[in-house]
């Protein structure tokens, strides 16, 4: 409230997919009773995520691992072949390297471990929307510590190519990079797919990997 005038925030709508009915209610009702958040659905397993978020669709979707049936990873890729604006963040107790790169690389923007603290789960739902990456500092130390530098190599980027990845990586979102470099949201977007097919990646996260292992920028 400033000046008595009432901000208008748009609305954050999240699905929330998680076996455990205890922390599925919790993660619930976390966001029913929060200014500018709204759960839009809840679901037990993959597969009736799989079968009808399409009918309500959410911004982000926070995402359980270990799942009766198909498997957390294994719905984010399924999902998000079907869905490319929808954000995905995993939520879950596994810390892992080989789960949380298996996680991006099917297309989650984030990974969390589920004893975030609520403030800090929802600041990270909506950078998520933003066009952001968040991670718990453990998980990102991990992200980080797997980084290694080898010869430069070009993959025939452009110039406002080599721009956008640099400012990926340097941890900017859509709308930041849009507003560094004077172009829309969408533009951003469209410079993004052609780095991913040339650089041969499915997601931001291993774009940001494959640029700092192979010294691409």
Not at 155 to 173: F, I, K, M, T
């Amino acid at each position: 409230m400033i000046y008595g005038i009432r901000l208008y925030r748009e609305m954050t709508r999240v699905a929330i997919v998680e076996d455990k009915r205890d922390i599925r209610e919790g993660l619930k009702n976390l966001l029913d009773t929060s200014d500018g958040y709204e759960c839009t659905e809840t679901y037990s397993n993959a597969e009736s995520a799989l079968a009808s978020i399409g009918q309500n669709l959410p911004d982000v979707v926070l995402m359980d691992i270990e799942l009766p049936g198909i498997s957390g990873i294994d719905c984010v890729r399924l999902l998000s072949s079907e869905y490319e604006n929808l954000e995905f963040i995993m939520l879950t107790v596994y810390s892992d390297e080989e789960r949380i790169f298996s996680a991006l690389k099917a297309g989650a923007c984030g990974y969390l471990e589920k004893n975030v603290f609520p403030t800090a789960l929802l600041n990270a739902i909506q950078e998520a929307k933003e066009g952001g990456a968040p991670m718990t500092p453990k998980i990102a130390r991990k992200v980080i510590s797997s980084f290694k530098v080898v010869p430069k190599n070009g993959y025939d980027l452009s110039p406002r190519e080599r721009e956008v990845l640099g400012h990926l990586c340097e941890g900017a979102n859509y709308r930041q990079i849009a507003s560094k470099l004077f172009i829309s949201k969408n533009t951003v977007r469209f410079h993004l797919k052609n780095i991913y097919k040339k650089l041969h990646v499915n997601s931001k996260y291993e774009a940001v990997i494959k640029a700092n292992k192979e010294g691409i920028l």
